[in-house]
């Protein structure tokens, strides 16, 4: 076994939790080539993040995360700050050796994404990895459904479905949090849940969105402040209101070249729907069907079945030989969303440690942003918007 791999990082709300998580796990349930040490938490607060590196099992904590730079006992800088501060955190650490996973969207703008990305190939020589954390590609039915696509399963892909409700922002007197602001999330429904499906449908497909067709809404223009900026469910205060400048709402037509065709919705308003991500792919052959709210499942209807039986079959992807789930329990044993995060880890440990580079990589992630912004450019012009192509 090799020497251990010292993760530090950067923030601790919902994400860094989650992240915590898989680090906390990800030794126990794998066999390593090195172990994983959870050296040191960074947050805004000096108080807050004391308690919060208690809590999720950090060794230490620090208000500023510029000091990870310079220590040489972190390998490897785990960003889950808000995406304003992504880029910067993400260059300096790459350009101080550290290996870095930094938390979807890459960035803010495709601007702050191509330094990622630059920052992360000058890295690359010495060795250096960076990845992106879009973790729904590590739920063994979607690497399932990749895999069957893959190999023929569905035939020639004809159609596209891909949507991602929430509720959580259905109450008009929700406070204004940091995911409903422009300047510090860089796009509301769009960049935080939009993105998800952008990159699954392109991880199962293997096609990239070449095209789309846009509008988004805003259905709620004003909030109460939050009475501090700590999560997500912040409490407001209601004497005081700031405008919401984020979408709350996106739909989009998109096509994914030879043909194929695409529907894409994210809203953080389907009132009712918690974590509905639904992906559906048609193809000439069959049709496979994945929704994040039955994860350990994966539906699957097949033209090549004789007549008579042909019809949806549940596979239950709990079998060992399926994608990652030998390290868990006896088939039918279900698994929770907690261990896409710890899939996630241990992919990224490996990758580390074999010398290779890990996916989604920067330049995977930008390629999303290429999407995103796209996406947001259609909707302010009402038009068929071409989706830029990295050279
Ligand atoms: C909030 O909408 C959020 O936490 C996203 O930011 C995550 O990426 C998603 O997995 C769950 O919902």
New binding site residues.
Partial sequence: MSEPLRVAMVGYA??GAAHSQAWRTVNHVYDLPAPVRMQVLSGRSATAVAAAAGRLGWAEHTDDWRTLLKRDDVDLIDICAPGDVHAEIAIAALAAGKHVLC??PLANSVAEARSMVAAASAAQASGVRAMCGF??RRVPAVALMRQMIADGKIGTIRHVRASYL?D?IVDPEFPLVW?LRKEVAGSGALG??GA?IVDLTQFVTGRHLTEVCALTETFVKSRPLPSSSAG?SAAGDSSAFGAVTVDDAVLFLARLGDGVVGTYEAT?FATGRK?GLHVEINGSLGTLVFDFERMNELQFYSLEAPAEQQGFTRILVTEPTHPYMSAWWPPGHLIG?EHTFTHQAHDLVRAIAEGADPTPSFADALQVQLVLDAVARSAETSAWTRVEEES
């Fill in positions: 919902f994400m938390e979807k973790n729904y929430q959580w995911r935080d849940i998800h997500l953080r974590n969303y």
